[in-house]
C-alpha cells in the first residue's frame, strides 16, 4: 500500500487554490488572521498577571455590555480561524465544479476576517 504525501500541491487543491487570484485572496485572508491573533496576543502579554476581566463590546445605546474573563478575547480571533478553515475548505469543494463561487468564498472570508479583526480591535482599544 503506497503512502500518501501531503505536499503543497495537495493542500493547494485542498482549499480550492488553483490560480494566482486564489492564492493571493488565501494570503490575504490568513495574513489578515495572523496579524489579528498576533494584535490579540501583544495585549494580553503585556498585561498579564493584571487583567480578571474584560469589557469585550461596546453598544452606543446601552454602553459596555459584554464584560467578562480576560481569555475571552480569544473568540474574536477563534471564530477568524473557524471561518477561514471552514470557507477554505468550502471554497476547495465548490472550485472542483465552479472556480468563480470558490473565488467569491474567497472574497467573503477575506470581509469577515476584516470583520472579526476590527471588533478584536476595538476590544482592545475599549480596555486600552
Given at each position: 500500500m503506497p503512502m500518501r504525501s501531503?505536499?503543497?500541491?495537495?493542500?493547494?487543491?485542498?482549499?480550492?487554490?488553483?490560480?494566482?487570484?486564489?492564492?493571493?485572496?488565501?494570503?490575504?485572508a490568513i495574513s489578515v488572521l495572523l496579524v489579528h491573533w498576533l494584535l490579540v496576543l501583544w495585549f494580553i502579554m503585556a498585561r498579564l498577571g493584571s487583567l480578571d476581566f474584560l469589557r469585550l463590546h461596546y453598544t452606543a445605546a446601552l454602553g459596555v455590555d459584554w464584560i467578562d474573563s480576560w481569555w475571552k478575547i480569544f473568540a474574536f480571533p477563534g471564530f477568524g480561524l473557524a471561518v477561514f478553515v471552514v470557507n477554505g475548505l468550502s471554497a476547495g469543494v465548490l472550485s472542483k465544479s465552479h472556480r468563480q463561487f470558490g473565488l467569491l468564498l474567497m472574497g467573503v472570508t477575506i470581509f469577515l476576517e476584516v470583520l472579526f479583526a476590527m471588533g478584536g480591535v476595538m476590544a482592545i482599544l475599549l480596555n486600552g
Open positions: 501531503y505536499g503543497k500541491g495537495t493542500l493547494e487543491r485542498f482549499f480550492g487554490i488553483y490560480s494566482r487570484k486564489a492564492e493571493l485572496m488565501a494570503a490575504a
